[in-house]
Structures are given as structure tokens and as C-alpha cells.
């Protein structure tokens, strides 16, 4: 199947489960998940994974064991190419349209004090301050959760103070709902911004290269 982009009725079909998550909504409406999320979510990973790897397209349900949201579908459709544990390039498609990003999403204990050397070094931290200062001037926004606090064992006087707060870090971009993302083109856009976030994505991966990662999650 060739990816020609993302369907309207996709984008329909979250805004409508947005307001009817439920079993009855989701089994009423598998077959336009099926042929309008799912299949074109397929096509986009094989035309992907030959220069960035496998694709892995998320569950569209949640794991409410934990959680006081007991609705049972996500409201959104996410897929993740990995370079490292949780580490990668990422898009997702929503009522809000299609959003692209790369960074690292999950990082404690050795991996985070890894990452945080990496930036307090002169050499390799002004390397990511300044990759991340060219991203912000092409258009993508820098996110990730951040300490309030300084961290424990830095000054807050620190010149890349506002990095060392990172507990995670990912740059993206929203396309949203512009026509574009209807159309085949949509793949060019994807491939060409993820190809601009490797420099960000290979900076994480060297920087935690020999530190185990996280838990596989089942």
C-alpha cells in the first residue's frame, strides 16, 4: 500500500471519540479506524523504515489500571522509531492534525545523570544549546519535562542551567489540520523534518551509549 496521506475521516473520527469514548462508539466505527488510521499509519512505516528503521504504531487503547480517566481509547494516534531506549523520532496524528518530534522521552537515574554530563560539558552541551537555538529559528518548539529546582549537584548560575532542569527533551513541529496532511506530500515533510531532528536524536544516543536503559515494557 502506497502512504497519500492521512484521510479526513481520520481526523473526524478522533473528534468524534473525543466526545464518545466508548466500547459501543469504538466497535460502531473500527472499520474507519481500520481504513482510515490504521492502514495509512502502515503505509507511512514502510515508506519510512528504510532510511530510519521500524516503526512501532502504538495501541489505540489505554491503560486505565492505574488511572482515575477510565475512558478506554486513546484520542489520538502516535508511532515512535526508536535510536535508543526511548530515544527517537516520533509523529502523531490527532483531531489537531499531525505533529512530528524527536528527542528523548524517558530518562532516571544513570541514563539522566549521563545526559546531564553531557550537556554541563563545555564541548558537547554548547553543541545541543546551539542545535536547539537553530530549531526554535526553523519553526519547531523545544519541550520536555523540566525540574523547577536546580538540579543536585549543579550551580544555578550554570550557563546551561535551563537544559541541566531537563528530564526529558524532544523538539517538534505541528502541521495541524492544513490540507497538506491530506496528500502524499505530507510523507516529504515528515521525512525531511526527521532527517533535521537526527543531529538532536544521535546526541542523546551518544550521550547515554553504554548505559542500560529503561525496562521493556509488555
Do not use: C
Request: glycine share 8%; aromatic share 12%.
Amino acid at each position: 500500500m502506497t502512504f497519500e496521506g492521512f484521510p479526513v475521516a481520520a481526523l473526524d473520527f478522533y473528534d468524534d471519540l473525543e466526545m464518545d469514548n466508548t466500547k459501543s462508539f469504538w466497535d460502531a466505527h473500527k472499520d474507519v479506524y481500520a481504513a482510515s488510521v490504521k492502514a495509512p499509519f502502515a503505509a507511512l512505516s514502510a515508506a519510512l523504515e528504510p532510511e530510519f528503521g521500524a516503526m512501532k504504531v502504538f495501541r489505540p487503547y489505554r491503560d486505565v489500571r492505574f488511572a482515575k480517566d477510565k475512558t478506554p481509547y486513546k484520542t489520538h494516534q502516535g508511532a515512535f522509531v526508536a535510536a535508543g531506549p526511548a530515544i527517537g523520532w516520533y509523529v502523531e496524528l490527532s483531531p489537531r492534525g499531525v505533529r512530528v518530534g524527536g528527542g528523548f522521552y524517558e530518562a532516571s537515574g544513570e541514563r539522566l545523570a549521563a545526559i546531564r554530563a553531557a550537556m554541563d560539558a563545555e564541548k558537547t552541551g554548547t553543541a545541543l544549546a546551539r542545535q536547539l537555538q537553530r530549531y526554535e529559528k526553523a519553526g519547531f518548539e523545544v519541550g520536555g519535562d523540566r525540574l523547577k529546582t536546580t538540579p543536585r549537584g549543579f550551580s544555578a548560575d550554570h550557563p546551561r542551567i535551563g537544559l541541566l532542569r531537563h528530564r526529558t527533551l524532544f523538539v517538534s513541529r505541528s502541521y495541524g489540520f492544513e490540507p497538506v496532511i491530506h496528500t502524499p506530500e505530507v510523507l516529504t515533510m515528515i521525512r525531511d523534518d526527521w532527517r533535521r531532528l537526527r543531529p538532536l536524536v544521535s546526541w542523546v544516543a551518544d550521550a547515554v551509549d553504554g548505559v542500560p536503559g529503561p525496562p521493556t515494557r509488555r
